[in-house]
Each structure stands twice: as C-alpha cells, then as structure tokens.
C-alpha cells in the first residue's frame, strides 16, 4: 500500500538519492521554507512533492514532482500533488507557481488540477493556480 507523509529529518538521505535519480540536474535543497511530501510503500520512498513557500506564504512554488519509473501511472503523482494544494491552502497561499518543460507530459496532471499557463517560453512554461481555481 501506497502511504504519503511530510519528510522528516531522518529521511534526507534517502530524499537526496531519489531526488538525485529522478532530476540528476537538479541541486538537492531542504531549507526553511522548503517541504517535501513523500510517497513510501514499505518504508520506501517511491515518489515526493517538493514545496517551497515564498513571501510570507502567500505565494507557494511546486519546485518538484517525481516518481521512479516502475510506480507511474497508478495515481501516486496525483496524490503528491494534491498532497501539496491541500497544504498550499490550509497555510493560505494566494497564488501557486510552476516551471514544467513545453513537452512534458506532466502539464496534463497540473492542468487538470486547475493550473493554467501564465508565461509560455521555448524552454518551459510557467504554470499558475489562484486560489479557489
Ligand atoms: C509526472 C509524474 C510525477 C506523474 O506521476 P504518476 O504517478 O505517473 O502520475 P499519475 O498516475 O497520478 O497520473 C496523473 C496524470 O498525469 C498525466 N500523465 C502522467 N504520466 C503520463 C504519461 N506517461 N503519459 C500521459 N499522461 C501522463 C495523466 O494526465 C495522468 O492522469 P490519468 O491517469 O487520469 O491519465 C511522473 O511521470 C514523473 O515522475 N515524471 C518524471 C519527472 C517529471 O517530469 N516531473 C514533473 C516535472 S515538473
């Protein structure tokens, strides 16, 4: 069974290596205004929300989404994603951010989860959610 929890402490090390795997670009942040959502299945992490909260909170960023390759496509990103809309709210964010690339596959999950495009570039898109869309 599939469970989603907020990371702790104890689970960088683990977050770091999959977030590693699954956007090896990427440079691993934790700070204070940063939380990640966690799906495990048998205490191990298969997929994590990255949330990052800017100006006092009223502005939150989806600074990641990932799940490894064999869990895709069973609802787990979903989860995640909603897993962090429903934080976004309950801390009062006026708005909701994020980059995707034109060709990613991911713009449908956020598209049907009320995210519409505010800015269009050749490298990526910036997706945006006001609250209550
Ligand atoms: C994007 C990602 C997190 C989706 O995770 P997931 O667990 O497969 O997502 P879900 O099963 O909840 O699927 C949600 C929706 O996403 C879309 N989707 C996800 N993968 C898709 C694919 N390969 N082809 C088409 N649509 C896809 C569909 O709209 C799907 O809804 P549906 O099941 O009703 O068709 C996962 O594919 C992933 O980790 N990709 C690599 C990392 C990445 O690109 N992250 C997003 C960066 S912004």
């Known amino acids: 069974m ?9 689970d960088m090390e683990a977050l770091e290596r999959i977030v590693g795997t699954l956007f090896p670009k ?3 942040t934790f700070g204070a205004n940063e939380l ?17 909260i800017l100006g006092h909170g009223q502005r939150g960023v989806v600074a990641g989404l990932g799940v490894l390759p064999p869990y895709r496509k069973r609802g787990i990103g979903t ?8 934080y976004f709210e ?4 006026m708005e909701i951010v994020l980059k995707v690339k034109p060709e990613n596959l991911a713009t449908e999950i956020y598209a049907k989860h009320g995210f519409a ?6 490298q990526s898109l910036l997706l ?6």
């Open 90 to 93: 309950e801390i009062g964010c």
């Open 36 to 52: 990640y959502f966690l799906a495990t299945q048998r205490k191990s992490i298969i997929g994590f929300s990255h949330l990052r």
């Open 26 to 28: 990427s440079n691993f």
């Open 128 to 133: 945006c959610k006001a609250e209550n869309s």
């Open 117 to 122: 495009v505010r800015k269009a570039g050749p």
């Open 2 to 10: 599939v469970g989603i929890r907020a990371a702790m402490h104890d």
């Open 79 to 86: 989860l995640l994603l909603q897993a962090a809309l429903a």
